[in-house]
Nanobody
Framework: QVLLAESGGGLAQAGGSLRLSCEAS????????MGWYRRALGKERELVAT???????NYADSVKGRFTISRDNAKRTIDLQMNSLKPEDTAVYYC???????????WGQGTQVTVSS
């Protein structure tokens, strides 16, 4: 069982920044894709950003130009740098890791991000 532990959530003002980090309990080389998803109150979970093992990235239109995803294989972490935060970014953010050959998806427990106007 792979464990994903998120950190870095909290409260920020609109226009501010936060950095989320997700540490895996095992090497992240095995994961085809890792990423961040979020779920706002009363809404469905949505993709925020993903990063593939080769380094290619994908972002939701709503965060392009403001958020940056990165990975550090040695530290077994992926980070999400969030700049120019907006109140609509308020949500619980979840770390995700996909292991395609085994058809397994792992999820962290989530970290709350709250942006005040």
């Amino acid at each position: 069982q792979v464990l994903l532990a998120e950190s870095g959530g909290g409260l920020a003002q609109a226009g501010g920044s936060l950095r989320l980090s997700c540490e895996a309990s095992e090497s992240i080389f095995r994961f085809n894709v890792m990423g961040w998803y979020r779920r706002a109150l009363g809404k469905e979970r949505e993709l925020v950003a993903t990063i593939a093992i080769g380094g290619s990235t994908n972002y939701a239109d709503s965060v392009k130009g403001r958020f940056t995803i990165s990975r550090d294989n040695a530290k077994r972490t992926i980070d999400l740098q969030m700049n120019s935060l907006k109140p609509e970014d308020t949500a619980v953010y979840y770390c995700n890791a996909e292991f395609w050959s085994r058809g397994i998806t792992y999820w962290g427990q989530g970290t709350q991000v709250t942006v005040s106007s």
